[in-house]
């Protein structure tokens, strides 16, 4: 099996590993987070360093997971990873429905309870979140985040680095531009 390393220790960084440790498709190895010092652990599993170790992986991992919530971050360290040569992940929670007429781009995660419908079209680096819904032929642009609950008609399209927080809706086919935020609850366009 191959061997996985996770960026990213929060909550998100912990529910992505749980997400790969249910489908056992990759052997997971350990952490790196600039904001946790080296030694600690998350379960069994050690946080080897910081971020400045990506050039060390090579030897010891097969393929990372950027595990941040933020866009901007996420999109950042992304870059970082694909610089040193690393490939990236994918994972796509086992409670999740994606339709086999979806794409699901490089070091994106489909939370637990998430739908994605047929045709939906979804960039590097998206986080769709525990129950939120993209239907059909919906586009979902790189490094974009859907919060919990958050839902997308259908033909409609999230920009990249946008965010959809918890319960947030898109009408059918209407755009969010880049680097919006939503506000929780909030409906665009006439559902």
Known sequence: MQR????????????????????GDYVLVGF????????????????LGTTAAL??????????????GNNKLRETLYTR???QG???AT?????????????VGEGSAIMAGAVVGT????????IVNCG?????????????????????????VLGRRALMPVGSMLAPGVRIDADRVLHPGETVGAL
């Open 4 to 23: 996985l390393l996770i960026i990213g220790t929060g909550g998100h960084g912990r529910s992505v590993a749980e997400a790969f440790l249910q489908r």
């Open 32 to 47: 790196l987070d600039d904001a946790v010092e080296s030694g600690q652990h998350v379960w069994d599993w050690p946080v």
């Open 55 to 68: 050039t060390a992986c090579r030897d010891w991992t097969d393929a990372v997971f950027v595990a941040i």
């Open 81 to 83: 990873v694909k610089a």
């Open 86 to 88: 690393l490939r990236l």
């Open 91 to 103: 994972v796509i929670h086992p409670a999740a429905v994606v339709s086999p007429r979806a794409v």
């Open 119 to 126: 045709g939906a079209r979804l960039g590097e680096g998206v």
């Open 132 to 156: 939120a819904v993209i239907d059909h032929d919906c586009t979902v642009e790189p490094f974009a985040h859907l919060g919990v609950n958050a839902g997308m008609a259908g033909n409609s």
